[in-house]
């Protein structure tokens, strides 16, 4: 938005306010503002100034909302309700994708391209216009970037209201959000009890501005305006102590205090629901009786339901409420900071009017002292999200019982020397999409290894020859094996952990004189559960290449090693001093392995590992795969233990 560099400074009087909003709608533009429905304030259409909450107010505490008559003219008096302006560019349902497949058995993706509505939004607050530009941040602000939301963002006119009636919940002064106006908007609006102040903020502002019936605001008119000001800064205080939050709250990831606010919260969403910044989502398919045609529906979710963190492989990362409210507080004042550069709260207090158990977050995050504030990342050059492109099945191979390795061919015209990363996302018409590890990089496109878990793996497992997949590829950022040439080398694969690590030993194979010693251990749950079994045997028959395998519980016909994977390590007498450590698996599996390896001479910084999440969008904007301050989507997979710190291995991160 462009800013106006001398802003324009009128008086609206009362009477004339219905000129603004006729002047609104003009050019099609649907006018978005305060109406009393349900019992509280919430935005929706306004035609006239009938429609606005004229005289009424709302009392807000922590669990209680109600709404008060003031018995005067002020049709912005009360403070934010329940609803935000999240909803009109960030819709909480929406059609990102259609899946098709034609009687022949192709087929196609292709995004649900939407009408767009003009918009004008009526009566934001400094707290709202700050979480539209938190929001932009995250939706616009990384590599990867929603179009919708750009679109719907772009296309919306914005007038602001100076707040002066803040709830008791409100806290924005704390945050640095209000409830002083300050950019943003297109036209800005102070009100007193005769009228308006009307400041114009950008060149769409602007054109508005002058073709309203202003007079000049008087030097009595700006004295009030900046006495209401003071006043409502002054009512709402500096209740919360931010300098330093986000150190603090980190160090406290074992306080105490997260089981007891655990009995009071209720884990019903409210807080999040309730959030102008909270974007976290799910996706679900909607197909036709007959499966030729499915359309994926992206909808909001928050990190207090349970099963928001399960995995595909089985468990769930935060399986108590006290794992999801630390996730919650600790994302939205710690971790957002390192994720996008600012916090994600702005103090609007929601989230403590709407908590029907009354936890009010100030009191919560007062318990914690403050210590120096870390400075913001600098923000991500700005990308197109990833194209779903079709690719076709050229081979099929069973490995075990529920798991198969495809042979993939990808489309004309992709590049592929440039497409890197460690994953795809392999979408399925009227299932959904799901995170796959490439196991294998080929010339004309890849490998990836799948067990049958849910409804999706189980179709892409019954894939034949010809069949045809859509893959979002690749993504996430994958092994530096390029850091391993001259060292040693350990590998250690657990169960569907080899997959991943199998391109590692691709590239060694191709270029082993790059390497020092190499040793490979894959452990699996039973002979029968072991993967690329030929390949593990022609790996140890080279004779440069120690290869080790085990399974933890044996049968009639095994003869091997019985045990965990790092039981491999029992008789090694290998020195870790120069070796570099690259390990997949089950997350318990790659804790007892990273130990084993410590114990080996092995240090954080040469430890990589590839962590397990539930990702939905593959790049960082759904809110599922969030571990401490990063995205695995986005910022892994693949982690050094010291990149991780005391984030790896604590419950419920």
């Known amino acids: 938005m462009t800013t106006v560099t001398k802003s324009a400074i009128g008086f609206l009087p009362r009477a004339g306010f219905q000129q603004l909003i006729d002047l609104l709608a003009e050019d099609g533009r649907t006018v978005i503002g305060p109406t009393v429905a349900d019992g509280a304030i919430v935005y929706g259409e306004v035609r006239a100034v009938s429609d606005l909450p004229k005289g009424i107010g709302a009392e807000q505490k922590p669990g209680s909302y109600r709404l008060v008559e003031h018995g005067d003219e002020r049709l912005f008096a009360y403070a934010v309700g329940p609803t935000s302006w999240k909803r009109f560019v960030f819709p909480p349902t929406l059609e990102t994708r259609e899946a098709r497949r034609d009687e022949d058995g192709h087929v196609s993706f292709a995004r649900v391209a939407h009408e767009i509505p003009k918009l004008a939004f009526l009566g934001v607050r400094a707290c709202e216009l700050a979480a539209l530009g ?63 102040i009307v400041t114009a903020g950008s060149p769409a502002g602007s054109a508005i501005f002058d073709r309203l019936d202003l007079a000049e605001a008087s030097t009595d008119q700006l004295g009030d305006a900046s006495d209401q000001l003071v ?24 306080n105490p205090h997260w089981a007891e606010v655990a ?22 398919q909607r197909s036709d009786l007959d499966g030729h045609v499915a359309v994926t529906e992206r909808r909001w979710d928050s990190c207090f339901t349970k099963g928001f963190s399960a995995v595909a492989l089985g468990g769930n990362f935060r399986p108590r409420v006290q794992d999801r409210y630390r996730q919650w507080l600790t994302h939205k004042f710690a971790t957002w900071i390192d994720q996008f550069g600012t916090s994600g709260c702005v103090g609007c207090g929601r989230c ?18 403050p210590p120096p504030q870390i400075p913001a990342k600098p923000k991500a050059p700005e990308g197109q999200a ?19 390795t495809l042979a993939l061919t990808r489309p004309e015209g992709m ?18 999409s799901v995170p796959i590890s490439i196991s294998r990089r080929l010339p004309t496109g890849m490998e990836l290894t799948i067990r ?67 040793h490979i251990y894959h452990g699996a749950r039973t002979p029968g559960d072991l993967l690329y079994t030929s390949e593990l045997a022609a790996w140890a028959a080279r004779g440069d290449l120690d290869v080790g395998v085990t399974v933890d519980r044996a049968d009639e016909h095994w003869l091997g090693r019985v045990g965990i994977v790092t039981h491999l390590f029992d008789h090694a007498r290998w020195d870790g001093s ?68 005391d984030v790896f291995g604590r419950e419920g991160i």
């Not at 590049?415 to 959904?432: I, L, N, Q, R, T």
């Open 578 to 645: 120069r070796a570099i450590a690259f390990v997949c698996g089950p997350e318990r599996m790659i804790q007892a392995t990273v130990s084993t390896l410590a114990s080996h001479g092995i240090t954080p910084d040469r430890i990589f590992i590839s962590m397990e999440r539930h990702m939905e969008c593959g790049v960082g904007l759904c809110g599922h795969c969030q571990m401490g301050p990063y995205f695995v989507c986005k910022d892994g997979p693949v982690f050094s233990l010291a990149q991780l710190g």
């Open 231 to 254: 006043a409502a800064r002054q009512r709402i205080g500096d209740p919360v102590v931010t300098a330093g939050l986000h150190d603090r709250l980190l160090a406290q990831l074992d």
């Open 452 to 518: 049958a878990v849910g409804p999706a793996t189980t179709i892409l497992t019954g894939l034949a020859h010809g069949a045809e997949v859509g893959l979002s590829a690749p993504l996430g950022h994958g092994w530096p094996i390029e850091a391993a040439e001259d060292h040693d080398i350990v590998i250690v694969g657990g169960g569907m952990g080899l997959p991943p690590l199998r391109p590692i030993v691709d590239e060694i194979v191709a270029h082993r004189a790059r390497y020092g010693e190499v």
């Open 263 to 284: 009995e009071r919260c209720l884990s019903c969403t409210n807080c999040t629901m309730s959030c102008p910044t909270c974007f976290c989502t799910s996706v679900g």
């Open 352 to 369: 403590i009017a709407w908590c029907p158990a009354g936890i009010d977050v100030r009191e919560e995050l007062n318990r914690i002292a």
């Open 415 to 432: 590049d592929w020397e440039k497409e890197h990363g460690e994953f795809v996302m392999a979408s399925v018409p009227a299932v959904g």
């Open 386 to 404: 990833p194209i779903t492109r079709v690719f076709r099945v050229e081979a099929a191979r069973q490995e075990t019982h529920d798991t198969v």
């Open 134 to 196: 938190i929001e932009d941040r995250v939706f616009l602000g990384g590599p990867y970037t929603d179009e919708d939301y750009r679109a719907r963002r772009s296309g919306a006119l914005i007038v602001a209201v100076q707040c002066a009636e803040p709830a008791s919940t409100c806290f924005c002064t704390s945050m640095g959000t209000g409830p002083g106006i300050r950019d943003g908007h297109d036209l800005s609006l102070i009100e007193l009890d005769d009228g308006f």
